[in-house]
């Protein structure tokens, strides 16, 4: 394979892992945020303390990606936003509430402070929901009947929960105490929901795609990508047989989150093996939708400075306030 040939992959791996990172370490925060009314008004502050200085580094992995879709995608990028301009559009105000809502819950008096609280929650749940919806009408390529919404909302509703239990796993490793033992407790409620959706939607998706279908469950495919649901569901019970046991308050706290961020991980392989060589399912492959070899070479190098300016950034910022998070306090 030639280097001009093998740049397309090179941007759809890097526009895949930027998108991954996204939604792992902004569902997290997103998640959180979920779980914001069921906390009361002193835990709240620890919960904004525990994503604080993470999540606008979390949310350059979304620009980040998009970003690759524009510039080394352009036909896809106008394929994809023109069949979800309504979902982005409600994602972005999503986002736009919760930063707003971070900075003005700080500022605000006693008395407003629940209100900035519940348009936190709104704003993530707003984005979560849009997320979902989303996911769905890329994995169905954008098809046609009643089949494909539906799908699409199941998915919508099912990752809030993914979210919120991603979240909670954050929460069990960054805090201590009765809110701690509050996190595992919200864990163990969204674990279900979550394996539920996960069992239903596995199974939906080769209905709405025939793609899907053939790539899963065709012979000898069939018995090589079986290790991918086992490895999940290995990741999902081990997440929540350990939510039962004294040591995830202390050495272990760590477990059930990497669990969770292994089954997000196994997720993308599966989807990225479903869809490939498509960028939009069935409609465009990477080599259709790419830009030019030379348009490719020069956005690469902006790409060899960026990316590794943002990596470096990410480290960075969650190497400085790695810990437990503590009371928010603000000079």
Request: include cysteine.
């Amino acid at each position: 394979m030639s280097f001009d040939h093998a740049l397309p992959l090179i941007f759809m791996a890097l526009m895949g892992v930027a998108m991954l990172i996204y939604v792992i370490s902004d569902g997290y925060d997103l998640g959180v945020g979920l779980l914001m009314h069921r906390a009361t008004v002193e835990e709240k502050d620890v919960l904004i303390a525990s994503i604080g200085p993470f999540w606008d580094a979390n949310e350059t992995w979304l620009v980040l990606g998009i970003g690759i879709l524009l510039v080394a995608f352009p036909k896809a990028h106008g394929m994809v936003l023109s069949q979800l301009y309504l979902p982005v559009t409600l994602m972005l105000v999503g986002l736009m509430l919760r930063g707003v809502a971070f900075d003005f819950r700080v500022k605000a008096k006693a008395s407003d402070k629940p209100l900035w609280d519940r348009l936190f929650f709104a704003g993530s749940m707003l984005a979560s929901l849009s997320q979902g919806w989303m996911l769905g009408r890329y994995i169905s390529g954008f098809g046609e009947g009643w089949n494909y919404p539906v799908f699409a909302a199941a998915i919508a509703v099912a990752l809030p929960a993914a979210y919120a239990l991603l979240g909670a796993a954050w929460l069990i490793m960054k805090t201590e105490g009765e809110l701690q033992a509050k996190a595992i407790g919200w864990a163990k409620l969204a674990w279900w929901p979550v394996v539920v959706g996960m069992v239903l939607i596995s199974l939906a998706t080769p209905w709405v795609s025939t793609t899907v279908r053939e790539r899963w469950f065709t012979l000898p495919a069939l018995i090589a990508l079986m290790v991918i649901p086992l490895a999940t569901g290995i990741a999902l019970l081990t997440a929540r047989l350990l939510l039962n046991k004294a040591i995830v308050r202390t050495t272990l706290c760590w477990v059930p989150f990497v669990a969770l961020i292994a089954v997000f991980v196994l997720g993308f392989i599966g989807l990225a093996y479903s869809i490939y060589p498509f960028v939009v399912i069935d409609r465009l492959t990477i080599w259709e939708a790419a830009s030019s070899p030379a348009a490719l070479k020069v956005i690469l190098i902006g790409v060899c400075i960026s990316v590794p300016a943002i990596a470096a950034y990410t480290v960075f910022s969650y190497r400085v306030f790695w810990g437990k998070a503590t009371e928010l306090r603000y000079a």
